[in-house]
């Protein structure tokens, strides 16, 4: 059996010691990091990318990776903090957001190899609204054809995997979100979620889902 090494050992407190490794933090605890100097935007970014890249060619959790993009948006982010001006309390956080949740320039596909891949024209309100926060995007997430599916298979989309157990799916249709929340991925992966399709990968992987309700 593979799966990531550790994932039971998090460090919990201690954030301005900084216990536990920068892509291992909360958004709450990155966001004290960085409001105290103990660390920055561009730090966390190049500690979950170090992360991904060592273990998602095995997890398959990703799609449309933008590492130019997010190192610009946790530059930037880096210059608000020491000017003691973010823009929010998610300012420079990592972030993933799934693949349906458009994003201005991407290609929304939906989990299938169906549609042509038009780039989507303007950012879904989610979407906007982190960027607006300062949030540092990494990457859409993975998802199955249409969503229909309660795992990662999908016909676009490599299969994604459970990283407790890499035999495993991680659940769906938020596959790729609730693979990369239970590994390290960053703190806050933004999937959807209308008959368990947040839920099912929370439960699965071992981490919180919410749903929010409209209005």
Known sequence: MEQLPDLRQRPLGGVLGLSGALHELGAAELSAAFRAGAASPVEALEAVQEHVARWEPRLCA??????????EAARASEARWRAGQPRAALD???VTIKENIASRGVPVPLGTAAPA?????????????????GCVILAKTTMPDWGM???????????????WDL????GGSSAGAGAAAAAGYGPLPVGTDIGGSLR???ARCGVLGHQPRRG
Request: aromatic share 4%; hydrophobic share 40%; charged share 20%.
């Open 92 to 94: 420079g956080v990592p």
């Open 149 to 163: 599916l309660s795992s990662g298979l999908s016909s676009f989309h490599r299969l994604a995997r459970n990283p």
């Open 62 to 71: 990703l799609y449309a990776a933008d590492p130019d993009g997010a190192r």
């Open 117 to 133: 891949l038009v780039p989507a024209t303007e950012a879904a309100p989610p979407t906007a609204r982190l960027r607006e926060a």
């Open 200 to 202: 099912l990968p929370a």
């Open 167 to 170: 035999r495993l799916n991680p």
